[in-house]
Nanobody, 125 residues
Framework: QERLVDSGGGLAQPGGSLTLSCAVS????????IAWFRQAPGKEREGIGC???????IYADSVKGRFAISRDKAKNTLSLQLNSLKPDDPALYYC???????????????????WGQGTQVTVSS
């Protein structure tokens, strides 16, 4: 059974950092891409980054240069490093399993077929 478990959210100050984790099981990171999405109340779901099976990454313009995706295939975990947090960043963040091994430049949620439960990020001074 495919499973993704998100963790690591919490409260950070503006300009601060957080590290989110996505633990996966039931499938191989050598075969499927993983993306991170976020959704804030009243806003549309936003794809913010993706890592392909070859390790290449893409990011949304809104987070490029501030967020970074990494993975540890031996531990079946991925991380999303959030730096320079802004007032626009608070949301429920969750990872998703791709239907294939690559990442489309246009991250759309219907290209992903299994999801973590999400972890909340709050930015406040």
């Amino acid at each position: 059974q495919e499973r993704l478990v998100d963790s690591g959210g919490g409260l950070a100050q503006p300009g601060g950092s957080l590290t989110l984790s996505c633990a996966v099981s039931g499938f191989s990171l050598d075969l499927y891409s993983i993306a991170w999405f976020r959704q804030a109340p009243g806003k549309e779901r936003e794809g913010i980054g993706c890592i392909s099976v070859d390790g290449s990454t893409i990011y949304a313009d809104s987070v490029k240069g501030r967020f970074a995706i990494s993975r540890d295939k031996a531990k079946n975990t991925l991380s999303l490093q959030l730096n320079s947090l802004k007032p626009d960043d608070p949301a429920l963040y969750y990872c998703g399993k791709g239907m294939g091994g690559g990442c489309s430049a246009n991250l759309v949620y219907w290209a992903f077929n299994a999801w973590g439960q999400g972890t909340q990020v709050t930015v406040s001074s």
